[in-house]
């Protein structure tokens, strides 16, 4: 019985992966930290689009070639669109491989705010 126990640990404990174990690329998420429900979350120029992340809520990852510590985001709710247009990235570095949060709130005078988070 005990062989078979310690067997047992054995095969949970090498089944067992962290979601970063195998990661090969740059994996970003939206957090809607407004009060707003936004229908599409555009981050610089990628195709693939953040849709439907409600108020509180988080989007799923979306896996990025080259990113930075903050972008061009363009949030789309309702009828108006919302515009975070950074200047430049000079003396920024590009994210080295893992998982990010873009963590995006619309100011009562309709400035995007983008507080960037390392996931662990």
């Given at each position: 019985m005990k062989r078979f126990f310690i067997f047992a640990l054995t095969l949970l404990t090498l089944g067992c992966?962290?979601?970063d174990d195998?990661?090969?690329a740059i994996n970003i998420r939206i957090k809607n930290a407004s009060n707003r429900n936004?229908?599409?979350v555009q981050v610089a120029d990628a195709e693939e689009v953040y849709e439907n992340v409600?108020?509180?809520d988080y989007s799923g990852y979306l896996v990025?070639?080259?990113a930075f510590q903050y972008a061009f985001v363009q949030i789309r709710s309702g009828e108006e669109t919302f515009t975070l247009q950074p200047i430049d990235f000079v003396g920024?570095?590009?994210l080295?491989?893992?998982f990010y949060t873009y963590e995006l709130d619309i100011?009562?005078?309709g400035n995007v705010n983008l507080n960037f988070r390392i996931d662990y």
């Open positions: 992966t962290d979601r195998d990661v090969d936004f229908d599409e409600a108020s509180g990025y070639e080259t920024e570095t590009p080295p491989i893992g100011t009562a005078d």
